[in-house]
């Protein structure tokens, strides 16, 4: 077990380094596709002219991008200059565009200019530092060039044609779709990044080159597995899960956060078999139709996808239906899977069991990990600053962080919150570091010195409370006992369910939390047959629902302003507008 561990936590760090030599650039990426998808001769606007600049741009901007930031990345500025020199040999010797070159050339350029500083930096006498950082730098680098101009650039040009060749055998015999069974499980297990960027992106880009278009940009992207999973879940899943799905969709589909449905699958291991079947349709789908991307689609939302689509009305529909193609099995095997589990959901259970497991993984590796806030020794005295960290450092961290942000805001804190790669981590003292329990284990080997805290879903986990809680020294059993006799005196007891004409979810600054709740709270009615509109306003426009036939729903921090705007209303006041079991006992009592 500790080996197949090891080996996962190895996997992620190469596929993370691999994919964050191309994230940084994925904006380059992204315009060479657009111009690709104009301005070349079967584009939607040929111009020659501007058609120039494909060719340069793929054989010499995207690689130079990519070897610049690999070495930045081991050695800062220093290491940047010379894995740049490095990598253009590797440009400048073959025909090909040199991205794998790059990915190897950028991070050894730095290496050597690194290992060199360390060994002789003290030995250089005063008066002759920047003579010989100049020169190591230009030498090594030039040493380096010649390097790659001669073997690695032929060497690494060779591979590339034969993997091309083997991904369009794969392609042409119908086999591509084989590679889902692979695929689906290593994105859960957060090489989604590494995957599409590390892998996809460079070999999808080299075939556009080639013939205009690429299914290499469909086979981690398409967000028709994650789709079936979460609509197999609002309509025949239990609990909190069910509840926030709808938001969840939205996120995924639309934003394309894929990361979100990840937590979804991992509650019931049987649903691998359904992200699988679906990848697997997907794929399968587009290859039948021939569908492929101008250019890497990131992040991976059905509008990023469609927008990069090539010219035409057909190619942008057969790539809507491997989508949805993917998305119809991944729903039907989920479906199958939670109507024959007959298990009743317990949510505590199964975080304390992620817990324990994590923990158990930890210790087996010699580290201390917090999955626990009321475990872990921090408070507002000694941690100045927060920081979410994910595979990328993008998309679920980023949410997770301004959800936390805004609770310690509302907790008169002034301890900023942000969020970063695991990668770009730097170990200091006086830090809490929040990441998903499957990557805990490399952010606490990048930081040993820091706090750390693991949770089993950025967007939706209580564990924001009890850190807020523990940082401003309330007792998290007050807080939650608090919180509990609030929201069941509100449900229970003051509100009048039998005389409600519209509901209304009431934010401060929050309006993302409230349109995913709105979202939440109408499909449910929907599902129920209530026929009761739902809507959102900011604390400011309360004022004209202040009457008795509205309910309003709010956070227990925006519980009295909104309560202030609106006296005369009917509220609901929930520690999640997104998550919450309020919603279904609300519509539970509506049907007696």
Known sequence: MEQKSSLKVRVQKLGTALSNMVMPNIGAFIAWGVLTALFIPTGWLPNKQFAMAVGPMISYLLPTLIGYTGGHAVYGQRGAVVGVIATFGAIAGTSSPMFIGAMVMGPLGAWCIKTFDRRYQEKIRPG????????????????LLLLSFKIIGPI?????????????????????????????????????????????????????????????????????PGLGILVAYALFGKGSAKASSWGAMIIHFFGGIHEIYFPYVMMKPALFLAVIGGGVTGTFTNVLLGSGLTGAASPGSIIAIELMAPKGLWPHVNVLLGVLAGAAISFLIASLILKADKSVEDESALEQAQIASQAAKAQSKGQLIATDSKEADFSADTIEHIIFACDAGMGSSAMGASILRDKVKKAGLTIPVSNKAISNLTDVTNTLIVTQQELAARAAQKTPRAVHISVDNFLATPKYDEIVAQLSATPIANQEQKASKTAKEQTETVIDLDYIDEVVFAYDKGQGSATMGQATLAAIFKHQQIDIPVS???NGELQRFDAKNILIITTIANQSLAQSMAPNAQFLVVDSLVTTAEYDKMVARMHK
């Open 536 to 538: 959102k306003a900011t």
């Open 156 to 224: 690494v040009a060779t591979l590339t044609e034969t993997i091309g060749k083997g991904v369009q055998a794969l392609v042409d015999m119908h086999l591509l779709p084989l590679a889902n069974i692979l695929i689906e499980p290593a994105k859960i297990l957060f090489l989604n990044n590494a995957l599409n960027h590390g892998i996809f992106t460079p070999l999808g880009t080299e075939q556009v080159l080639k013939v205009g278009k690429s299914v290499l940009f469909l086979l981690e992207a398409n967000p028709g």
């Open 128 to 143: 002759f530092e920047m003579l010989v950082n100049n020169f190591s730098a230009g030498l090594i680098g030039f040493a």
